[in-house]
């Protein structure tokens, strides 16, 4: 496994930072696009796993993790962020992309066609939604780093500021400890969720082949999206996985990864 922050011209002096997985094969490689507090680390296990077919891709998104930091996050630059990833990996890629990440991914495929030759957008759907995500950072930076010295303590502290079990270890991955800081940029990403929640009016179309995975007990994509989804995506198939929420592929990873995986090699 390799981590690599590759610089190009056009963001910053930096491309995304990314962790691949396996090494070129005769198929596609697959680039992996988290969501809003997420990181390349988050989707270690399914990328391993993924990676015994073909190299697997994922990049920390701009704001997150260790990738370069910008005062903008809207869904046309995060797309150029993946298109530059894609172009330094032979110029097409399978996409995964969840919530945020799924977004930057349909931003991607509508803006740069022959980039993607197969998309599958994690339980997210090409509409603006009216909740917030703000709550979340509210709570993390609650919390005082400085008396913090192992993630279980900011586990607990998240718990104390409202935050679910199931999100707690999710947020602390991206907790860098011995800097006392998150490798999130939670200032840009409070400012920017406007962006972040909406979803750029576009009439441009894309015809390949997309699987839009939600989890059944997740109210994120609802039958009433889908005439805009199949709008942007004509060849859009539906699917459901049983007993999972909005983090889908963290609540039931084999279970996703069996679903991206025949998608893929159909």
Known sequence: MGLASLCLPGYQG???NTITHGSATGKPPLLIAHGL???ARNW???AKRLSDERQVVAVDMRNHGDSPRSDSHTYPELAEDLAEVIAA???RMDVIGHSMGGKAAMMLALNHPEAVRKLVVADI???AYGHTQIQYIHAMKSLDLESIERRPEAAARLAEAGVDAALQSFFTQS???PNKRWKLNLDTLAEQMPNIMSFPQTEAAWDGPALFLS???SDYVLPQHRDEIRARFPNARFAKLPGAGHWLHAEKPREFEAAARVFLNA
């Open 44 to 46: 270690g296990v399914i």
């Open 215 to 217: 989890g059944s007990d």
């Open 14 to 16: 930096a491309m995304l």
């Open 175 to 177: 907790l860098d400890l």
């Open 89 to 91: 990996h032979g110029g």
């Open 37 to 39: 507090y997420g990181s």
């Open 125 to 127: 759907a090409p509409v």
